[in-house]
């Protein structure tokens, strides 16, 4: 099976950076996805890890250790408007079937 | 990006009566879509995987017979939520993966009231 452990909340400065951690044990691993969901509004797709090392798409990079079964989301020069739940989410060896965390509340403040 | 469509965006209906949820994808074909089922601060539950010409595959706990799911098409998965109740009001999701199989699209999601 999967558990996959991320923070419940977060609350950072406008203009500052947050990293959002998640932790992951599975059964098997075949890459590791970041959403943004805003509230009332479906998860948009961020970032997507296959292999170790940071990948950066402009504010946001993601990382990911398989050895350690972690990853991060970080976001720079915060905006308001990056307020918005994190959601981890592991995708299995076999099948494209994810398995999310809980999210991460990110609140963004002046 | 991809895109998946749902419709319609928000139902309201009473106690007992049926609703179905469409989930398109747009500019891909997609054998395989997913259903998920996400209640007020709480994270995404997978409900069942379509299949496109086959049975759908249901998550443990989620009632088949309730939770009816359609893939006729390449581009259009239906679920009809039988029978609805008041607990059934949620917001439900479909996603699909994009041609490259790496990306995973989610659709608008539907908003589900069941008075």
């Known amino acids: 099976g999967q558990n996959i452990d991320q923070p419940t909340e977060m609350t950072a400065t406008e203009g500052a950076i947050v990293q959002i951690n998640c932790t992951y044990q599975?059964?098997?691993?075949?890459?590791l996805f970041w959403y943004q969901q805003h509230a009332g509004e479906a998860p948009t797709f961020l970032s997507y890890?296959?292999?170790?090392g940071l990948e950066e798409k402009g504010r946001f990079s993601s990382f990911l250790s398989r050895s350690k079964g972690y990853s991060y989301l970080l976001l720079k020069e915060l905006q308001m408007k990056d307020s918005a739940s994190y959601l981890c989410?592991?995708?299995?060896?076999?099948?494209?079937?994810?398995?999310f965390g809980t999210g991460t509340q990110l609140k963004v403040e002046l | 990006g991809a895109v998946v469509s749902q419709h319609p965006s928000w139902v309201i209906c009473k106690s007992g009566t049926s609703v179905k949820i469409e989930c398109r994808s747009l500019?891909?074909?997609?054998?395989?879509m997913f259903w998920y089922r996400q209640f007020p601060k709480q994270s995404l539950m997978l409900m069942a995987t379509?299949?496109?010409?086959?049975?759908?595959?249901?998550e443990q706990g989620v009632e088949k017979d309730k939770f009816l799911i359609n893939h006729a098409s390449l581009t259009l998965s239906t679920l009809t939520v039988t029978s609805a109740h008041p607990e059934d009001s949620s917001f439900y999701i479909c996603?699909?993966?994009?041609?490259?199989?790496?990306?995973?699209?989610f659709g608008p999601g539907t908003r589900l009231l069941v008075l």
């Open positions: 379509s299949n496109e010409g086959s049975k759908a595959t249901y």
């Open positions: 500019d891909f074909q997609a054998t395989t």
């Open positions: 599975t059964s098997g691993f075949n890459g």
């Open positions: 890890n296959v292999l170790d």
């Open positions: 989410a592991v995708r299995p060896r076999e099948g494209n079937k994810l398995t």
């Open positions: 996603s699909a993966f994009a041609g490259d199989g790496e990306t995973q699209y």
